[in-house]
């Protein structure tokens, strides 16, 4: 079966980017000189991604508001001989169909994603956290996508982190069936070091069988006072096998300052119109 829709969950509070994301939502700071939304919603689309739904809040107004028209620019841009840049904010609106649904409240990523039933219906689908920005020659997606073609059944992004770092995400373990992929046997939303499986960490990135939503419904808060999508997950296992694939490609986190200025830089350093007069000026303040 096609995976044709994805939900991207922006909902969340982004407490760790404040006092920015107290009127920005994270997932509008700009990566260079698009917001960090576009660029996960362009990976969607690469990997032939037709639908999606962002789960947005009252904060998170802007979000809308830049995938829509903006006729009034679109005139004086026009009016200004700037064409071009009239043409790439259509593409914008363009990119995909795009539909939104509020979360009343933050009560977890879980609770968010529950909130795609009726979108999503009775398919496999993509869940992309915008936070989490995966450069690689093949879309993440594109990758993950041909995995859950392969095994027919929910498929979690992972990327091994620092021991001392378990305590920050979902941790899988699971027998290795293949350089990349490990059939998972447990999870555990953001483990103690002593108690965590494993390194094996899920970001960002998710294939899902329908299956999951009855169980949101019914699932009991969590880590944080939170509905969390790894014990919804954990519950799908005991009906499905549950596949975890070590995808290729950086990760940056931009959810927080640090992962955020080192995905600013480096995306930078990518484009060749930036590229030669950003190094030197690098250069110049690196002692
Ligand atoms: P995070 O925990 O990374 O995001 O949630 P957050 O809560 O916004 O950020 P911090 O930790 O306070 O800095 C993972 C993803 O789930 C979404 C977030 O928007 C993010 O994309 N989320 C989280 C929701 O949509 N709703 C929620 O209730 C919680």
Redesign the pocket.
């Known amino acids: 079966m096609n995976i044709k829709k994805a939900v991207i969950?922006?909902?969340?509070?982004?407490?760790?980017?404040l006092p920015a994301t107290k009127s920005v939502p994270?997932e509008m700071m700009p990566i260079v000189d698009k917001p960090a939304i576009q660029y996960v919603i362009e990976e969607a689309v690469e990997a032939g991604i037709e639908d999606i739904l962002i789960?947005t809040s009252r904060h998170k107004k802007s979000i809308e508001d830049y995938f829509d028209n903006e006729v009034e620019l679109d005139i004086l841009l026009d009016s200004k001989n700037k064409h071009e840049v009239v043409e790439k904010l259509k593409e914008i609106t363009n990119l995909a169909n795009i539909h939104f649904i509020r979360?009343k409240e933050?009560?977890?990523?879980g609770?968010?994603i529950w909130l795609a039933k009726t979108f999503i219906g009775n398919e496999p689908f993509a869940v992309i956290?915008?936070?989490d920005l995966i450069y690689s020659d093949t879309p993440c997606l594109k990758q993950m996508i041909d995995q859950f073609n392969k095994y027919q059944s929910t498929i979690l992004g992972v990327q091994r982190v620092d021991e001392d770092k378990v305590n920050k995400y979902g941790i899988i373990s699971g027998k290795q069936l293949s350089e990349k992929i490990f059939e998972v046997d447990n999870l555990v939303e953001k483990p103690n070091v002593e108690n965590a499986p494993s390194n094996v960490a899920i970001v960002g990135r998710y294939i899902i069988t329908p299956e999951i939503f009855d169980i949101l419904e019914n699932l009991q808060v969590g880590v944080g006072g939170?509905i969390q999508l790894t014990d919804g997950l954990l519950k799908l296992l005991k009906n499905q096998s549950l596949y975890a694939y070590l995808f290729d490609g950086k990760r940056y986190d931009t959810?927080n300052t640090k992962g955020y200025l080192e995905a600013v830089v480096d995306y930078a350093l990518k484009r060749e119109d930036i590229r030669e007069d950003f190094l030197m000026n690098l250069k110049s303040v690196i002692k």
């Open positions: 969950p922006a909902a969340g509070f982004g407490t760790r980017f994270k789960i979360q933050a009560k977890g990523l609770h968010a956290l915008p936070d939170e959810g």
